[in-house]
């Protein structure tokens, strides 16, 4: 559902520049805002639970096998922080506006790959679905959107 939702986010960021200019300061900050609302508290979740799960089966420790997971969420942070100042800046910077939003929206969806390829097999090998369910719950629902988008 995440997944889906930041493929509309960013169908929207290239149409943004499409909009009335009057309109485009008002739509980047409503997709900051959607942004900080949909990853901020999947990063937390992923750090809370995930990563402790997966470092536990992999490599704890000074070198924990989620170093470099963690260290792509300070960089997706820092690049929601610097789209924010971007959404603020006057009109005529909508070009860095999409190339930041775009950037981030790639280094997002690598992330996820990575996520997808590497850790969970991990648990995967290591839990059963039970456990895994058990352990780390749900991961929190994207807000907004269409009824059923969450997940």
Known sequence: ALRG???????????RAAAPPGVRAGARRALVEELEELLRPHLE????????LVDKFACEGPAAFSASMRYEHR???RSLDELARSASAADGAAADFTRRADRL?????????LEEEVLFPILDRTMSPQALRAHLGDAPAPSGGPAGAGG
């Open 5 to 15: 939702r930041l493929e509309d986010v960013a169908g929207r960021v290239g149409a």
């Open 105 to 113: 929206l790639g280094v997002v969806l690598a992330h996820f790959e």
């Open 45 to 52: 979740w992923e750090e809370r639970t995930v990563h402790p």
């Open 75 to 77: 960089i997706i942070r």
